[in-house]
C-alpha cells in the first residue's frame, strides 16, 4: 500500500520560511521521481517543483530562485523548503509520487500572512 505524507505546513509572515516534508512508503522510492503541487480554492492543482530520481530538478517560475526541492533516499523523504514566501504562496501543498499511475499525499495547508 502506497503512503505519502505531507508535514510542516503552518501559518508563516511573509518574507518568512517553511519547510514541507513528504514520507513516502510502500514505494521504491529512490527510483521515482517526486514532485510538489499546490492548489487554491476554485483553481487547478499545479506544479511547483518535480525531483527526478538522481535529483535533477524543476520549478515553476513563480517559484524559481525562492522554492528548493530535494530528497533524502535513505529516508524515502522528498523536502519542500521554501523561503521569502509570499501571500500569493497561499495554498494546499501536496506531495506526488510518479510511481505507476501516480500517487498523492493528503496535503498540507501553507498560509502566508501578516
Known amino acids: 500500500q502506497v503512503q505519502l505524507v505531507e508535514s510542516g505546513g503552518g501559518l508563516v509572515q511573509p518574507g518568512g520560511s517553511l519547510r514541507l516534508s513528504c514520507a513516502a512508503s510502500?514505494?521504491?522510492?529512490?527510483?521515482?521521481?517526486m514532485g510538489w503541487y499546490r492548489q487554491t480554492p476554485g483553481k487547478e492543482r499545479e506544479l511547483v517543483a518535480v525531483?527526478?530520481?538522481?535529483?535533477?530538478?524543476n520549478y515553476a517560475d513563480s517559484v524559481k530562485g525562492r522554492f528548493t526541492i530535494s530528497r533524502d533516499n535513505a529516508k524515502n523523504t522528498v523536502y519542500l523548503q521554501m523561503n521569502s514566501l509570499k501571500p500569493e504562496d497561499t495554498a494546499v501543498y501536496y506531495c506526488?509520487?510518479?510511481?505507476?499511475?501516480?500517487?498523492w499525499g493528503q496535503g498540507t495547508q501553507v498560509t502566508v500572512s501578516s
Open positions: 506526488k509520487s510518479y510511481y505507476l499511475s501516480g500517487y
Open positions: 510502500g514505494i521504491i522510492f529512490s527510483i521515482n521521481a
Open positions: 525531483i527526478s530520481s538522481v535529483g535533477r530538478t
